[in-house]
């Protein structure tokens, strides 16, 4: 696919932003950092490196160096190895003292997250800067990548809209196989053949690749995580499945809800609720609402619905490059609460809705903010699929 993305300009962007934040160097740290400078997958420990005076480089393990490079639209990818005076921080030290900026304000990025790899600088990287560079000032930055990258590009978009079709096409190929008798694992693997097959590069979830749950694996109190298991799926079982597939550093994150065979009256309560909530959620993502309103939408309804103590409690993350999923996150957090929506802002709307005994509801869908609505950039429906037997 012939998808052009301007980095110059993104590059341009990021600089407005660290002006803004009063940074003269930043060291990116943060894999949705390392992705969204390097324009590559860059899967080992990195840091990107920008002056608001033009500079921009890469620091990468050795071993990923040369495919890196070559994938890059970057000119200077500087590769590091665990030897002494060769580690990552020697190099970004080594740069900052050829450029002269020893004396800069250089932005990093601390913090913390629900994720394990999100890239957050270590305690002992930040006291080898602070040690190495004693005349710098150090200041906590993660707000400008953020910011730079919560508005998507037309190019993003549409390598978004690529990854969530092959999203949809997983699930298609799992409603047309599915049957009692098939393992969780073998759902995962019918999906995930449909997913390489489309051309996923890289199946990004830190939650173990697809999610696939059913019966009691489905409906386990306030769950969001299910890794497949060797269960063999019955009739009645509730069904979920959710694929993560990503299409030139893009992400997809897209769950369905099936039910195999006829549902019984508390499942079709349940289904019913649930597709309420979800249209909901997805109209709520209008452009100049704030996160905390659309959070209260949902909230509410579920609340009459009854279903509220059956709901996690937070309805949606953040979506872009790999490592671009927690910001901003959709809950009743001051963190996320102010922050407006804005036009081409993508969402991943995320409502999980289980009750024990009965069965388990997810919705994960990428959802581009517009100024009537959420749109979907997956085709899937949000009503549950009931599967004859």
């Known amino acids: 696919m012939n998808v052009h993305i301007d980095f110059h300009k993104r590059m341009n962007r990021i600089r407005q932003e660290m002006d803004a934040h009063g940074v003269d160097v930043l060291i990116g740290t943060r894999m949705v950092s390392v992705t969204f400078v390097a324009g590559a997958f860059v899967p080992w420990r990195a840091a990107a490196l920008l002056s608001r005076d033009g500079y921009v480089g890469l620091v990468n393990f050795l071993i990923d160096q040369e495919r890196v490079l070559r994938e890059s639209w970057l000119d200077e990818v500087l590769a590091y190895a665990p030897v002494p005076g060769m580690d990552m921080m020697d190099l970004v030290v080594h740069q900052i003292m050829t450029h002269g900026w020893e004396r800069s304000v250089i932005g990093v990025e601390l913090g913390h997250s629900p994720r394990g790899n999100t890239g957050y600088l270590f305690a002992t990287e930040y006291d080898f800067l602070k040690e190495a560079l004693p005349e710098a000032r150090f200041v906590n930055a993660p707000g400008v990548i953020d910011r730079a990258s919560y508005v998507k590009e037309p190019g993003e978009i549409v390598l978004m809209r690529q990854a969530a079709a092959m999203a949809d096409s997983a699930i298609d190929r799992v409603r047309d196989a599915l049957v009692p008798g098939l393992s969780e694992t073998e759902i995962a693997g019918i999906g995930e053949h449909e997913l390489r097959r489309l051309g996923s590069e890289y199946h990004w979830a830190v939650t173990g690749s697809s999610e696939v749950a059913s019966g009691y694996r489905a409906s386990y109190p306030m769950t969001g995580t299910t890794q497949p298991s060797g269960k063999l799926v019955q009739e009645g079982d509730t069904v979920l499945v959710d694929f993560h597939p990503a299409y030139r550093t893009y992400m997809s994150d897209l769950s369905h809800n099936f039910i195999l065979g006829r549902p019984s009256a508390e499942q079709r309560k349940l289904c019913e609720a649930y597709l309420v909530a979800a249209e909901t959620l997805v109209g709520s993502m209008k452009a100049g609402t704030t996160i905390g309103e659309?959070?209260?939408?949902?909230?509410?309804?579920?609340?009459?619905?009854?279903y509220l103590p059956y709901t996690v409690p937070f309805f949606g993350h953040g979506l872009g490059v790999l490592g671009h999923e927690w910001y901003p996150a959709i809950g009743n957090s001051e963190e996320f609460i102010h922050i407006v929506l804005e036009e081409?802002?993508?969402?991943?709307?995320?409502?999980?809705?289980?009750?024990?005994?009965?069965?388990?509801?997810?919705?994960?869908?990428?959802?581009?903010?517009?100024?009537?609505?959420?749109?979907?950039?997956?085709?899937?429906?949000?009503?549950?699929?009931?599967?004859?037997v």
Do not use: K
């Not at 659309?294 to 009854?306: E, K, Q, T």
């Not at 802002?345 to 005994?357: A, H, K, N």
């Not at 069965?359 to 004859?388: K, Q």
């Open 344 to 388: 081409n802002v993508v969402e991943v709307g995320f409502l999980s809705m289980t009750v024990p005994g009965v069965g388990g509801m997810r919705l994960e869908c990428p959802v581009r903010v517009t100024a009537h609505g959420g749109e979907m950039l997956a085709r899937t429906p949000l009503a549950v699929t009931v599967v004859e």
């Open 294 to 306: 659309v959070w209260r939408s949902v909230n509410d309804v579920l609340d009459a619905s009854g």
